[in-house]
């Protein structure tokens, strides 16, 4: 009677804990999972992932009052500018759909929860996956003996709109464009274009998020960025896809204007920019890149930022400086932009749910991430442009740092599931012990 009731008790912990740790760490839905759409009709248009396969796309459709809205996110993951970093992109998630998940979470922007998601919540969802490596701009390929590499991403982007304008987006009243890290870049690049295929009485607008990449001047005075985005754009055939007005404009370094603060100001369609000051990807690799760092002086620095030295913190807010020296015309300006700008030590916010809209996610002026963003997209009041007070002075902020200072700029960008896993992964563990401390107890007859 002893040993049952003990194993009774250890299986109702089990499965309490097992409840408990199940639910995600906000209130509401943990997200809805989508099935992946393989685009058939890519093919025809020459339009495919670094290694051959068909291009993708997550769509989850819209119901009631927003069965005609739609809201486009492209996937971000870094970039590949060489050869020998597309073969091994191409052999990854990041380069073909065959190694990809055939599912996804929407949360955030994309979850279907009213409470979670109010603005946005019953809007058709698409997440477009990303797999050439040039935020969807590239429109070239490399063959050699034992090689084949598409660089296609201006036509996987084609294929997949083509592919859902007769699904509805053709009918679109509202429609917005977004994307995080490299797919933030990728909004600023393919913003008008996604305008010229709806109907203009539809209201478009485009969103940035952590897409804002400096053209800036690291820690050892090189250009770090500007070298590898040159090289990307030469790669890729990038160049006969970039902004005209743009690329005129910068002659005779047209590959400038695959920065957003060169471009921003060509863009006609109204956009949002939502950004961190202190973007962790940038930080790790503009502005301090290894090729910055081969003593590893910043290593501390890297991994938390309040190990910085005084030094390392003035070329922090340094950083912050020119990002808020590159965006002070369109803050000026801009009768129909919309920004957030906050100072947390963070990457790609509108995606996950802790940081898009939950009772502990950021704030600035005590207005959350999605209220300022759905103020901006409705005219809900007064300009939605908010800029954050310098480090460190938000309490609001999650400030993530990545555990990883080596990762390269073609690998993808920092994701946010380190605390996530390693939560989980304790969670295991605990259920492990509880569950060979039940079978002690059995086994010895306590």
Sequence with gaps: MKTTRLLDLTAAMVLLLYVAFSLPLVSGDPGRRVNMTLVRGAAALGAFCLDGSLPAYHLDKGFGAGSRNWLLQFEGGGWCNDIASCVDRSKTRRGSTRFMTKTVVFTGILSNNASLNPDFYNWNKVRLRYCDGASFAGDAHFRN????????????????????LPKGLSQARKALLTGCSAGGLSTFLHCDNFTSYLPKTANVKCMSDA???????DVASNRTMRSFYTQLVSLQGIQKNLDPNCTRAFYPEPSLCFFPQYVLRFIKTPIFILNSA?????F????????????GRWNHCKLNVTACNPHQLDALQGFRTDMLGALMNFFRNSTRGGMF???????????????????????IHNKTIAATVGDWYFGRGSEAKEIDCPYPCDKTCHNLIPASTTDSLASSAPGHNSRGNLFTF???????????????????NL
């Design 145 to 164: 003996g034992t090689s084949l590499l598409y660089f296609r991403g201006q036509r996987i982007w084609n294929a997949i709109i083509l592919d859902l």
């Design 211 to 217: 897409g804002f990449f400096l053209d800036a001047i």
């Design 278 to 282: 202190y973007d962790v990807f940038q």
């Design 284 to 295: 790790h690799h503009g502005l301090v890149p290894p090729s910055a760092d081969r003593t």
């Design 341 to 363: 700008i906050n100072s947390c030590f963070d990457h790609c916010q509108s995606a996950l749910q802790e940081t898009w809209l939950s009772p502990t996610s950021p704030r």
């Design 426 to 444: 304790c969670c295991f563990c605990f259920f492990i012990y509880l569950f060979f401390f039940a079978w002690t107890m059995n086994a010895c």
